[in-house]
């Protein structure tokens, strides 16, 4: 078990420009969540993933963020054209199916617009 | 949204001391969850509470969990400096669809 990792660990971004992120979560757990988190503030759910099917995306996620997972296994986040409140911790957790289990976190991305 | 608030939003105690966090929630949930996060990194699990649970043990924590008034407490006894972290509550609301709501958690400081 080698936990969840993602990659990159710091980004400093333009405004306007893309960035995508990515999460290899632990390999034998079947679900995977995106969060986004700010200073002071708790995790703040984005989306998540069942597998490779995307069952849940927060209503308050603007349509430049999309996110994929293929064929089950690592994840990526893209968002486009960011905003200077985009700024944030992005953080990615994984759980196993069956039940409802603890959530497994990597360290985040740190995103940060310029 | 966050459901869970936690109280107080800062708490420094000396080493050895007893710290109590508490959390409240809105809706009727299927457990109640605390984690821990160090300055800059991802949260850890410490301790899952089901609804048909009132107390629950892992070794220098303890959790309790109050239905009736939605409200949980942490306590972690003899606090070490390394439990210097932000501690949060995440519900699993009953109709949640496995989406997990957080409060905006407790800062602990533990002075040497």
């Known amino acids: 078990d080698t936990g969840v990792s993602q990659d990159p660990r710091h980004k400093i971004t333009k405004r306007g420009q893309n960035v995508t992120f990515r999460c290899d979560p632990i390999s034998e757990h079947n679900r995977l969540y995106w969060y986004r988190q700010t200073l002071g503030q708790g995790p703040e759910f984005l989306t998540y993933?069942?597998?490779?099917?995307?069952?849940?995306k927060s209503r308050l996620l603007s349509d430049r963020f999309s996110a994929e997972r293929p064929k089950g296994s690592f994840s990526t986040l893209e968002i486009q054209r960011t905003e200077q409140g985009d700024s944030a911790m992005y953080l990615c957790a994984s759980s196993m199916t069956g039940g409802r289990s603890p959530l497994h976190f990597g360290n985040g991305t740190r995103l940060t617009v310029t | 949204s966050q459901q869970g608030e936690e109280d107080p939003q800062a708490l420094s105690i000396q080493e050895g001391e007893n710290a109590t966090m508490n959390c409240s929630y809105k809706?009727?949930?299927?457990?109640l969850q605390w984690y821990r996060q160090n300055s800059g990194r991802g949260l850890v699990h410490l301790i899952l509470?089901?609804?048909n649970e009132r107390e629950k043990h892992s070794g220098r924590l303890r959790v309790t969990l109050d239905t009736s008034k939605k409200s949980s407490s942490l306590l972690i006894t003899a606090s070490r400096a390394a439990d210097t972290a932000s501690y949060f509550c995440a519900t699993d609301a009953v109709d949640s669809n496995y989406q997990l709501i957080w409060g905006a958690g407790t800062k602990l400081i533990i002075k040497p």
């Open positions: 809706t009727s949930i299927n457990n």
């Open positions: 509470i089901r609804s």
């Open positions: 993933f069942q597998n490779e099917a995307q069952l849940e």
